[in-house]
């Protein structure tokens, strides 16, 4: 069977995801008769090809085209037209499509083929669900999800719970929660002896991860550090004395060392799919704050595996209650039993091949 996964933002969460993929169908041993390529585009800034090429594994076929996030009429044809003839040469029996803007450029591509293949699509966080945009644009977004949809079918396969319900209302749905290599990440764990009670978020710094909001937390509690594991465009708008910023870290391992120092994890996000990161920390026995938002709210168990917030006033509790470090083990425990419950990547990519053989 030959699978094409096709992506435009290899980039963030997404890319542990497909670096974990590559490295679960690049097993031949435990993965057989499949065949996978990974057609990706490679323009956002975080996106280092020559690290990709280095890390996926050569089991695999990787294809790099240009694809461009925001709507550029002449490019998108571009990238219909180079899409088409890949698959044409690949001629697969399944398609993938990951977020989306590759869910539309990668349909009407699949469409041209003009034989019929399987056709999957997961949106990672749906567009619409974005808040840095207007009301209007989040209407024309879904409008566009809900027509590529209704024209050129194939099945969502949701990568959480909430989302598995928007997407029933689509059309046509399957559910595989995102995972997490939890024996790999195990092997970074150590416990911590912070002097301070040391709260992290490991992202890039945009507006999709709230930055002002993650200052402002510092702020109110001077008496605890913070950590922004990454870097990004919005670096600027943290400026408490009490959080440090990594900047970007190339070295995986050197990444989860940093996450792994860290007491609490806190994911303030303004929208979610799944957050890979949230899994990752809960995959090293990290409890969890987090924004009370999709995606987030699939992954903590409220006050069993960490605590969903509305409101900053609520932290106050939260933070008094995560300062035992008796009670973040407890907590942690809870979160590393409820990834190994539901978040196993292995597990997880043993049902999406369930799926394509279906």
């Not at 996978?36 to 890390?55: D, L, V």
């Not at 509690?221 to 400026?239: A, H, M, Q, R, S």
């Not at 996000?269 to 990290?286: D, R, T």
């Not at 470090?325 to 419950?341: H, L, M, N, V, Y």
């Amino acid at each position: 069977m030959k699978v094409v996964h096709i992506i435009e933002a290899l980039g963030g969460g997404v890319y542990t995801y497909f670096n974990d993929l590559s490295t679960f169908f690049g097993d031949h041993d435990r993965v057989k008769n499949i065949e996978t390529t990974i057609i990706y585009s490679a323009n956002r800034k975080e996106i280092n090809r020559e690290k990709i090429k280095s890390e996926f594994s050569s089991n695999i076929n990787l294809i790099e085209i240009n694809m461009l996030r925001n709507f550029s009429p002449i490019q998108d044809l571009k990238s219909v037209i180079q899409l088409t003839k890949e698959l044409k040469k690949i001629n697969p029996d399944v398609i993938h499509l990951h977020s989306s803007k590759a869910g539309v450029l990668g349909r009407i591509a699949s469409f041209f083929l003009f034989k019929k293949k399987k056709l999957y699509y997961s949106p990672h966080g749906y567009s619409f669900l974005r808040t840095d945009i207007s009301k209007t644009i989040q209407k024309i977004y879904w409008l566009i999800e809900k027509s590529t949809q209704a024209i050129f079918g194939g099945i969502t396969i949701a990568c959480g719970d909430t989302e598995f319900e928007i997407a029933k209302k689509m059309g046509n749905s399957k559910l595989v929660r995102n995972g997490v290599n939890i024996n790999s990440l195990q092997q970074n764990f150590i416990e911590n002896k912070n002097d301070k009670l040391t709260i992290g978020i490991m992202a890039r710094i945009t507006a999709a991860r709230d930055p002002s909001l993650f200052n402002k937390i510092a702020l109110r509690f001077p008496e605890y550090n913070f950590v922004w594991i990454g870097d990004g465009e919005l670096k600027p708008l943290i400026t408490a004395s009490n959080i440090k910023i990594t900047g970007w870290i190339l070295n995986r391992e050197t990444v989860l060392k940093e996450l792994n120092k860290v007491d609490v994890y806190m994911q303030i996000s303004l929208w979610e799919g799944l957050p890979i990161a949230v899994l990752e920390a809960m995959a090293l026995k990290k409890p969890i704050v987090a924004t009370n938002v999709i995606g987030n709210k699939d992954a903590v168990l409220n006050n069993e595996t960490g605590f969903l917030f509305n409101d900053i006033e609520e932290l106050n509790e939260f933070f008094k209650i995560l300062g035992n470090s008796k009670t973040r083990a407890i907590f942690g425990e809870k979160a590393f039993e409820r990834c190994q419950d539901l978040f196993d990547v292995n597990k997880n990519f043993k049902d999406l091949i369930a799926i394509y053989n279906q």
